[in-house]
């Protein structure tokens, strides 16, 4: 198959979260299937050596009219080879980040995100690269079905060209006043309750309503999708689509998350050199100032958002620290609550850190080190961070909910393959007795621990099997009858 893959952002050039992770491992797996791909992505000014890149096109949308917007397509390879397009458009994607400046998104985002989308179709048909799936991401592409629909409905180039959307995110929907996407003409007219309100259109809506094929990163979160408490405010929209939407749980890339080859790391191990683990935990305690020894470690590594549980998490930290406990935090965003983790990190300084900021190679260095993992999420749709550290046999501490409930097994419910620890009402008293059970765990049964350590680095989670799922959805796609 012929496969246009877009997304906002990708490893190795731009990333912010696990979209990036996943828009590039998909695609490599897909190439490496036997498929023909090409992943669709800004040209950032951020991007290091994106100047360098080869330009294969110079394209304009809605030429020769007071429309008009040029663009270049420039290209760059990956792993394995993969091929990437950057759409380069300055008056886009010449900014200091990806999304906004200080935690407030740019105020055209609408309008730089349609841009993607629309740029995307019209580089595929001006290099010749005809695809039979255009697999969108999120709300920052899910405008793309629709155009298909609007604006190449007579077009013979994409007779055939079916399209799919991956929500990693029901929470972020990308919602414009339609103003903003002048440049997509068509666009002015659609008036359907489904995915617009009055003058404003909602992204995400429109990708859901118009993509042939839906799904989310797990089933755990597709099926809250299709429920008032989970949906976001999209229930509607989720369980109309039932009959074309399910759940594909993600990946994990090991080449770059296994602790027995990790670059990142100071010391390497695996399940049979599990003795090295601790070398690590030291070495990261003297890196960052904090006692070395055999305290329990706690590692998170997050964006700071409602939605990783950062607001139950506060209110019962110093608590916590009551114990002989360390914990280290990275993770930049809602500047509450940056304010508030540090304001605790000056108060325990020999217990608690935190970085701010966002820092690839501490991340790594943090599963490695750390004996349990936090992700007391609110929500989350798959999370990646929880299937890293079972790779790096650091216990996680997950709520049941979404993908985290979809990966994670509770030791206490389930001794033999317990590989975590998990609890369920979103509130600080429920995590915090949770993390009491973890540090009980740590101080009762040290050989114990180990093993449930082995039981999480056996786990696997490879991204070969999700993508015989992507595949199956993209036939599931290719079947349905054109839309006219
Ligand atoms: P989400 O995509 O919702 O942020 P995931 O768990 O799916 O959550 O993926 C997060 C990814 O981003 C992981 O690869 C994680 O290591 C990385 N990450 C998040 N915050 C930081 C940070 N501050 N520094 C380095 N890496 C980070
Ligand atoms: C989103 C979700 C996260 C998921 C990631 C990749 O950012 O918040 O749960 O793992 O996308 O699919």
Redesign the pocket.
């Known amino acids: 198959m012929n496969i246009l893959f877009l997304a906002a952002e990708v490893?190795d050039l731009v990333?912010?979260?696990?979209?990036?992770?996943v828009a590039k491992a998909l695609p490599i797996q897909l190439k490496q299937n036997g498929h023909q791909v090409r992943v669709v992505m800004p040209c950032y000014s951020s991007i290091k050596n994106s100047e360098n890149f080869e330009v294969i096109g110079q394209g304009a949308i809605n030429k020769d009219t007071e429309r008009q917007i040029d663009y270049t397509v420039k290209h760059t390879f990956l792993t394995e080879g993969l091929e990437v397009w950057l759409i380069d458009c300055p008056r886009y994607y010449n900014r200091t980040s990806l999304y906004g400046d200080n935690n407030q998104a740019y105020f055209d985002n609408g309008e730089r995100f349609a841009f993607l989308s629309v740029a995307a179709l019209d580089a595929a048909q001006m290099l010749g690269f005809c695809p039979d799936i255009v697999h969108c991401n999120d709300w920052h592409t899910a405008l793309c079905p629709m155009i298909l629909r609007l604006k190449y409905d007579k077009n013979s180039f994409f007779k055939d060209t079916k399209s799919v959307i991956t929500v990693?995110?029901g929470a972020f929907q990308g919602v414009f006043d339609r103003q903003q996407i002048f440049f997509i003409p068509e666009i002015a007219h659609v008036y359907n309750d489904m995915i617009s309100q009055g003058s404003y259109i909602n992204f995400l809506k429109c990708g859901v309503f118009y993509a042939d094929k839906i799904n989310t990163v797990s089933p755990g979160y597709a099926q809250e999708l299709t429920t008032y408490l989970g949906g976001h405010g999209m229930t509607k929209n989720f369980q109309d689509r039932q009959a074309d939407f399910v759940g594909i749980v993600?990946g994990c890339d090991y080449s770059d998350w296994d602790p027995a080859t990790d670059k990142n790391l100071n010391i390497c191990y695996d399940i049979s050199t599990m003795e090295e683990k601790i070398l690590g935990k030291y070495i990261l305690q003297r890196e960052l100032n904090l006692p070395m020894g055999d305290t329990p470690l706690y590692g998170m590594?997050?964006?700071l958002t409602d939605?990783?549980g950062v607001g139950i998490l506060i209110p019962i930290i110093e608590r916590f620290l009551k114990h002989k406990v360390q914990m280290i935090i990275?993770?930049?965003g809602d500047p509450n609550f940056e304010n508030a983790l540090s304001d605790i990190a000056g108060r325990y300084k020999d217990k608690f850190i935190f970085?701010k900021?966002?820092?690839?190679v501490?991340?790594?260095r943090i599963?490695a080190a750390s004996d349990f993992f936090l992700?007391p999420s609110i929500f989350?749709?798959?999370?990646?961070?929880?299937?890293?550290s079972l790779a790096y046999g650091t216990l996680p501490i997950v709520r049941a909910v979404g993908g985290l409930k979809d990966t994670v097994i509770d030791y206490d419910d389930n001794k033999e393959k317990g590989n975590g620890f998990v609890f369920k009402e979103p509130n600080a008293e429920e995590l915090l007795s949770c993390l009491r059970r973890t540090l009980i765990f740590y101080l009762e049964d040290q050989i114990e621990m180990q093993r449930v350590k082995r039981n999480a680095m056996q786990v696997r989670f490879s991204w070969s099997d999700s993508c015989a799922h992507y595949e199956a959805l993209y036939k599931e796609a290719l079947a349905k009858p054109r839309w006219w």
């Open positions: 490893a990333k912010t979260g696990g979209l990036a992770d990693h995110n993600n590594v997050a964006r939605q990783k990275l993770g930049s970085v900021g966002y820092d690839n501490l991340a790594h599963e992700m989350e749709p798959c999370g990646l961070n929880q299937i890293y």
